[in-house]
């Protein structure tokens, strides 16, 4: 119930197109869903999150969907580029308590010009 | 804001020797803090989650004499890794979190190399 699955686990766009990424998790408890991205040889930064409270998010050329009812959510790259190569990462966990914060498994993007 | 700070970025150590890595809160106190295990083109794996003052929790599978957290401060976390073993090279990741109502926060990561 801890899990996050997330699909695929690479994917190839060319630039200019978008790039979607699912995650799927089981615990209704987990209220908040971070997506990162990591370079080779770097930690994970934060690109965006959402709470349950809205159905979709959207900063600059990401956006996040959700959709509680199914316990799924995705994140698109619009207007994908080059520089947007690198690994994503889907993430949930509980908002407002001390719970840790479970990963997906990753998807590897590459973007050619 | 939420910066995370973690040295060494990379060390190469001897088998049978000890490693250090902090990591550090620069800009807010860390009430949580977060320490990661990651194999190439893996996910990470959480290895222990540790608050201000108190001892490390750490998951299942996760040797707590070998790999030791102190969390002594709000604003820094070390991982010792003791008696390292080829086999403990790995990235090793923080994260810290300003509180329940606050997002987590990466370091930029370790590279052990242990020959």
């Known amino acids: 119930q801890q899990q996050v699955k997330q699909s695929p686990q690479s994917l190839i766009v060319q630039k200019g197109g978008i790039s979607i990424i699912n995650c799927a998790y089981e615990n209704t408890a987990f209220d908040y869903f971070p997506w990162y991205q990591q370079f080779p040889g770097k930690g994970p930064a934060l690109l965006i999150a959402i709470r349950p409270d809205v159905s979709e998010k959207k900063e600059g050329r990401f956006t996040i969907s959700f959709n509680k009812s199914a316990k799924q959510f995705s994140l698109h790259i619009m207007d994908s580029q080059p520089g947007d190569s690198a690994t994503y990462f889907c993430a949930a966990s509980s908002w407002g308590n001390t719970d840790k914060l479970i990963f997906g498994t990753g998807t590897r993007l590459q973007v050619f010009p | 804001g939420a910066v995370v700070s973690q040295h060494p970025s990379w060390v190469i150590c001897k088998s049978g020797t000890s490693v250090k890595i902090e990591c550090r809160s620069l800009d807010f106190q860390a009430t949580t803090m977060f320490w990661y295990r990651q194999f190439p083109k893996q996910s990470l794996m959480l290895m222990a989650t540790s608050n201000e003052g108190s001892k490390a929790t750490y998951e299942q599978g996760v040797e707590k004499d070998k790999f030791l957290i102190n969390h002594a401060s709000l604003t820094l976390s070390t991982l010792t890794v003791t008696s390292a073993h080829p086999e403990d090279s790995s990235f090793y990741i923080c994260?810290?979190?300003?509180?329940?109502?606050?997002?987590?926060?990466f370091g930029s990561g370790t590279r052990l190399t242990v020959v």
């Open positions: 994260s810290a979190r300003r509180g329940v109502n606050y997002g987590y926060t």
